[in-house]
Structure formats: structure tokens, C-alpha cells
């Protein structure tokens, strides 16, 4: 039998089967437990006298789902191939249904062990609070395909299931037990002793299941289905923006499904999984899943040599006290540091609110959130500093006073300690030029605001060691940060590929291209908002300030915009200053004039952006109004990017084109369906592109050229990505 599962009889009569895979913190549904769960099942099917099952997982986790580097082979499959893997999971899970089986939920289960355990008969839960149950999948591109989507709904109703697949929430203990999924919440201690009770009595203690009048209005008529239907559509068109297919191919399952024959069901299921796991949309969501596990490997096994305990922040401005925030709710103890008494109250104001706004959304009690708070020591001398095993600088972009702050910092701190900078536009090697230790300085790059943007540049010089990019890894993660690690360079990564596409947005403007169109073709693309929305979020001043920076490093191709001296000359600093492209109230929310078109029923309304009149003037100086169409404008925007990528990846800022698309979609945004930079370059095909960036040079400048490695690759019909 398989190590990963073993099955142990009780004198009772009853058989514990138990999902244990070696040498994982957590088990997943691949080959060895599938074929292990299978030979234990045929064992099982074969006692004499057996009373039941009780299927147990790992002590903290029951099951992460299936093995996705299994589904990434699978997809390389055809749709059939898929369609009868499918088949196969579910009729072995179907055999767990025929034995009077129970499911203990300890910690996660998720994806295939959350229809794992649906296959059971009955489920428990343990009430430590570690339980989280869901079904991620649609996260990946497709749908739970092994009993999940047609069961769900038979167990919990329509609208809590189509909640649970279309969005990959999870479900605590409680909320599971409200909804009927587990049929008790039990102690640790006793959940073992308690399952074997209730296979043998059939008593579970379910909480009650009666649909009120609203449920059964909505989910047993006809009518009622329909107008779910309904809503759920739009629903899912107003949050995916009709991107993302897996939600929809959900909603059909489940609608369809919910009256049909188990056979038919089952069959329908499996169909839509087969055909949603080889689209494109799914392959890139697998790849960024893939880069995410990627990115957690520290560049040496070995254990971090600092462990972080006390952290250290020069500047209270927004960003250090944003980093402050995140690190004091983590349990980090923080010491804020900056030179000027208004500069560190008004920092200590902003992590207050953020703490406020943690409580007002109830995802922290008053007093939990107090206690952090306290954490936070703040301090105009460095001496309070003496104790911190790692500090963060988010002071002025200037070499001169960063060089200054570490000399105190080495001053004070006489322990071994790593230094790290928050900076994106200068070298970290030369800032630490002259210092105790070249190899415990780094860049630790968040992003704006710190406490929304998921991700986290690691940068190291050549100076920078292992251990000290782990400490930085290791302390990112754990406040809930994807990072990558590049190479030290002007802008880095995302800042680096982003800021030709924003410039690019304002020289089309100075063209006469309407604003309005060249931000509907970023949005219709699938970014999350237009450039001169994003300008205006990250402020003009800091657009203006990172795109010299980068003309300074890379030459006249990345020549400022004359529109942006402009700005500046305007003090136009965009949200943060109440008007930027936009105009803003005093409440900071953008203003919107709406527009009515129609009449009677048929009347809509349509909310429009207040453009700045004082940016429509300075841009009519340039240019007269014309007209671009969203595919000109799209390749503008986006082909400049896969020109720097390129860049990027042949000068060697990042060693690999998953960490560049990885960080390209949770640093700016770029459309998670399209996988990233370098592998949308792919599906558009390397030769075309390389072609439409030879035009675009010739006419629009040298910013567009393509460079070797990309030539090379379109020449040889390779592409960035291999998976």
C-alpha cells in the first residue's frame, strides 16, 4: 500500500484511513494518494464485518487540494483525456459514499479534499480554529470537477454554493456548520471518538437545514432559478468583467445540474472542467499559482542566521508608515524613527487609521488592535534603534542622506543586523559603499499602499549574501507578501517595465488621442484601471520623479514627457493633492458627472470621470483631437512593455520569465489571465510582435525596438515561457 495513506481497524468495527504524504507539511490529491486511496478503499470494500470509514488527514491539515503541478502536466493532455481523469476521481471518491464514511476536518481542506470529504456520509470539524474549507479552483481557470460543483449545491443550497465556487472563499468551522456542510463542530481530543459514535449510531447533531421562505423561493421554483440565474450572471460579468470563463462554466454546472440524474450531472461536470483546463486563461492562472510556490524558495536552504524580532523604520512619510503598520500586525515589534516631531505624529495618525479601519471592518478587536499599536515605539534618536535585528529606510530618494542614515543606524546598532531600503531607483550597492558589512545590505521594495499591494521586490547587489536575501524573503512573507528577487538596477522590475507604458499613455495624449480612449483600451485590455487613473493614485510628482530617473539610467528613449514639467509647474500632484488628470471632492473621492441617455424603463445612467480643465488646455498645445483605434492604443501601451521586459530578462535584473510575469501581475496589475508580460508576448507570437515593435520603432522611436533576445527567440520559434 501507498506510505501516504494507511488504514488501522478498531475493535469496534469501524476503520480509520488516514492521508498522511511524506515529507509534506501538507497533503495534496496526486498520484500517490489517489492510487493509495484506492488500494486502501479495495481493502476496506473486502473486511468482513467493517462498520464504517473515518478518514483523517495530516494533524493541520486535512488536504490543499489536488496536486496542481499534476493538473499543469494534465493540461498538456487533450480535452477527453482530462474529461476521463476526471471521471475516474469522482468514481473513486463515489466509493467512500458506500461505506458509512466520516470526514475529520482538522486545519485545511480545500479543492479535492473538500469533495473528498462531500463524498462522506458525514463530516466533523474541530473547533481549534485552524479549519478553512473551500473550493479555490476557479482561481486556477476552471471548476471543482470531482463531485464539487453538482454536489455543493445539493448540500448547502444554490446561493451558498455558487458563493463558495464563483469567488474560492473559505468557510470557517462555524460557518460551515451553520450552512450544513459539517454536521458537528468537536474538540481535537475527542473528534476521533466522536466520528467513530456517530458511524456507528448515526446520530450527528446537525445544525437545522430548513430553507427559509427566500431560499426556497429563489432555488425550488422554476421561476425563483431563473431570476438566481439571473443575478448570479451579472454578478459574475460586473467582477470579472466577462475575462475570466471558469465562474460562468460554474454557474451553468450548477444551474443546469441541480435537477439533473447523478450520472448526467457528473458527466456535465467533468465536460466543463475537461474544457476550461486547457484554455489559455487556465495555463496562465496554473503558471502564476506556479511562480507564487516558486518564489517562496529562499536562494539557500538554510534557516535565516537573524532571527527578525525587532524592526526598525527611518521615515514616518507614507510609506515607512505604512511598512510600520504591516509589521506591528504581523507581531513585529517597530521602532519608528524620523527627524522631525510633526513628520512621526502624523505617521503614527496614519497607522492609527489603519488600525481603525482593521477594527471597522471587524477584522481586529479594539483591544487586539491597541496592542499592536503599543508595539509601535516612536522616536526621533537612533539609539532607540539599538536593538533592532533589521532595519528598513523609507527616507528621501537621495544617496547622500541614505548613506548618512546607515552610517548612524551602524553607530547605534552594534549587533549584527541587516540593513535594507525601501528605494526603486537607486543602486543598492553603492549605497552601501563603505559600510560595517556589504553583505547585510538590501533592498526590501514595497509598493504603494503598503497595506493592498501583495507584492514585495528583493533586491540584492553583488555584495548582498544569501543569508541576508533570506532574512529579507523570510520577513516579507511573513507579512503576507509575494516577493521576487532581481538584481540591483535603476527601477528594478516593476517600475522598470511599468513606466515606459505610463509615459507611452502620455505622449499618445499629447498626440491629441483622447484620454478617455486610451484609458477605456487599458481597461478593456484588462488592467485594472487606466494610466492616468494609476498617475494620479501613485501621485504626478513620483510619476515624474521615477521617469527621470530612468532617463538618467537609460538614456533618451526615456525622455520625460514635456507635459509632465507641465504638471509640475501647475503643482498638479493628482489624489493626493485634490486634482491631478481628475478632479477630486474634499471627501478624496474622484469626480463623476453622470450622464442619461434613454427614457422611461429603458433609461441608463453612466458615470463619467471629471477630466482636470487645466490638463485638457495644456494638452490641446501639443496637438490636435485624433482618433486611435482601442488595438493602436493597446499596442502602444502594452508592446512597450514586452519590449522592456525583454530587456529586463537579457540584462539580467531577474534570472527568470515566471518571477518577471509574477511580479508584473501583482505589482501593477497586469491582467492575471494573460498570465504576465512575457507570456502574453507568447500567445500574441513572438515573430508578430517583434514585427508590430520594428514598425513602432521606426515611427514612435527607439523605446520600441526590440532587442536580441527577443529577436533571437522570434527568429528561432522559441518562446519566454516553457511550461
Not at 470531482?146 to 455543493?152: A, D, I, K, N, S
Not at 545590505?441 to 549574501?465: A, C, D, Q, W, Y
Request: charged residues 25%; positive net charge; aromatic residues 6%.
Amino acid at each position: 500500500m501507498s506510505k501516504a495513506v494507511s488504514t488501522k481497524l478498531l475493535p469496534s468495527g469501524v476503520a480509520v484511513l488516514t492521508i498522511d504524504l511524506p515529507g509534506k507539511k501538507l497533503n495534496v490529491l496526486g498520484t500517490e494518494v489517489m492510487e493509495g486511496l484506492g488500494e486502501a478503499l479495495t481493502t476496506l470494500e473486502g473486511t468482513n464485518g467493517l462498520k464504517g470509514v473515518i478518514v483523517v488527514g495530516k494533524p493541520d491539515s486535512f488536504g490543499a487540494g489536488a496536486d496542481v503541478e499534476e493538473i499543469k502536466s494534465l493540461q498538456r493532455q487533450t480535452a477527453y483525456k482530462i474529461f476521463e481523469a476526471t471521471q475516474a476521481g469522482k468514481a473513486l471518491f463515489a466509493r467512500f459514499g458506500k461505506l458509512n464514511s466520516i470526514a475529520v476536518i482538522s486545519g485545511t481542506c480545500l479543492g479535492g479534499f473538500t469533495e473528498l470529504a462531500l463524498a462522506c456520509n458525514y463530516r466533523v470539524a474541530t473547533s481549534d480554529g485552524k479549519t478553512q474549507i473551500g473550493v479555490p479552483e476557479v482561481q486556477l481557470g476552471f471548476i471543482p470537477g470531482w463531485g464539487g460543483t453538482t454536489g455543493l449545491p445539493k448540500l448547502i443550497g444554490l446561493q451558498n454554493a455558487f458563493e463558495m465556487i464563483s469567488t474560492g472563499k473559505n468557510l470557517d468551522a462555524i460557518k460551515a456548520y451553520k450552512l450544513g456542510f459539517v454536521d458537528e463542530i468537536v474538540a481535537p481530543t475527542l473528534a476521533l471518538a466522536r466520528a467513530e459514535e456517530i458511524l456507528l449510531k448515526k446520530n450527528p447533531k446537525r445544525a437545522s437545514r430548513k430553507k427559509g421562505i427566500k431560499q426556497w423561493a429563489l432555488e425550488d421554483t422554476k421561476l425563483g432559478r431563473k431570476l438566481f440565474a439571473y443575478g448570479a450572471r451579472n454578478a459574475v460579468m460586473a467582477a470579472t468583467k466577462g475575462k475570466y470563463p471558469a465562474p460562468l462554466g460554474a454557474l451553468d454546472v450548477v444551474m443546469k445540474s441541480y435537477l439533473l440524474p447523478a450520472d448526467k450531472a457528473a458527466e456535465l461536470e467533468s465536460r466543463t472542467f475537461a474544457k476550461l483546463a486547457v484554455t489559455d486563461i487556465s495555463k496562465s492562472l496554473v503558471g502564476l499559482f506556479f511562480a507564487q510556490t516558486e518564489s517562496k524558495k529562499a536562494p539557500s536552504s538554510a534557516k535565516p542566521s537573524i532571527d527578525v524580532k525587532t524592526v526598525g523604520i527611518v521615515g514616518a512619510g507614507v510609506m515607512g508608515a505604512g511598512i510600520a503598520q504591516a509589521a506591528a500586525f504581523k507581531g513585529y515589534a517597530v521602532v519608528l524613527k524620523d527627524i522631525d516631531q510633526g513628520a512621526l505624529d502624523k505617521g503614527m495618525e496614519v497607522i492609527k487609521d489603519l488600525f481603525n479601519d482593521l477594527v471597522k471592518k471587524r477584522k481586529l478587536d479594539r483591544s487586539t488592535a491597541n496592542l499592536m499599536m503599543a508595539n509601535i515605539k516612536p522616536t526621533l534618536v537612533y539609539t532607540d534603534m539599538a536593538e533592532c535585528d533589521l532595519v528598513i529606510e523609507a527616507v528621501v530618494e537621495s544617496m547622500k542622506v541614505k548613506r548618512i542614515v546607515r552610517a548612524e543606524l551602524e553607530k547605534a546598532i552594534a549587533k549584527d543586523f541587516v540593513f535594507a531600503s525601501n528605494t526603486s531607483s537607486l543602486l543598492i550597492k553603492q549605497m552601501g559603499e563603505g559600510a560595517r558589512d556589504e553583505t547585510r545590505m538590501v533592498g526590501i521594495h514595497f509598493f504603494n499602499p503598503v497595506h493592498k499591494m501583495p507584492l514585495v521586490e528583493i533586491v540584492r547587489s553583488s555584495s548582498t549574501s544569501d543569508d541576508t536575501v533570506a532574512v529579507a524573503q523570510s520577513f516579507s512573507m511573513k507579512l503576507g507578501k509575494t516577493t521576487v528577487v532581481a538584481n540591483d538596477a535603476p527601477s528594478i522590475v516593476v517600475n522598470r517595465i511599468l513606466v515606459p507604458m505610463m509615459r507611452e499613455a502620455f505622449v499618445l495624449a499629447m498626440e491629441g488621442v483622447s484620454m478617455e480612449d486610451i484609458e477605456k483600451a487599458a481597461r478593456d485590455f484588462g488592467m485594472p484601471m487606466g494610466p492616468f487613473t494609476l498617475c494620479d493614485e501613485v501621485g504626478l510628482d513620483i510619476a515624474a520623479h521615477v521617469t527621470r530617473s530612468l532617463h538618467g539610467s537609460l538614456g533618451d528613449r526615456m525622455t520625460p514627457p514635456a507635459v509632465l514639467g507641465d504638471f509640475e509647474k501647475s503643482k498638479l500632484l493628482g489624489k493626493k493633492g485634490g486634482k491631478g488628470i481628475f478632479l477630486y471632492g474634499e471627501d478624496g473621492e474622484r469626480k463623476f458627472d453622470i450622464q442619461t441617455s434613454g427614457w422611461g424603463p429603458f433609461k441608463k445612467k453612466k458615470k463619467l470621470p471629471v477630466y482636470n480643465p487645466e490638463v485638457l488646455e495644456m494638452l490641446s498645445k501639443y496637438s490636435k483631437p485624433t482618433k486611435k483605434s482601442a488595438d493602436e492604443i493597446q499596442d502602444r501601451l502594452f508592446l512597450i512593455m514586452v519590449a522592456e521586459a525583454a530587456r529586463v530578462l537579457e540584462e539580467g535584473v531577474i534570472d527568470s520569465t515566471s518571477q518577471l510575469d509574477l511580479a508584473m501581475v501583482f505589482g501593477c496589475g497586469f491582467p492575471p489571465f494573460k498570465g504576465g508580460v512575457l507570456r502574453f508576448a507568447d500567445s500574441e507570437g513572438l515573430p508578430a510582435v517583434v514585427q508590430k515593435l520594428d514598425y513602432l520603432s521606426r515611427v514612435r522611436g527607439d523605446n520600441y525596438k526590440p532587442c536580441k533576445l527577443l529577436v533571437e527567440k522570434a527568429a528561432s520559434g522559441s518562446n519566454f515561457r516553457q511550461d
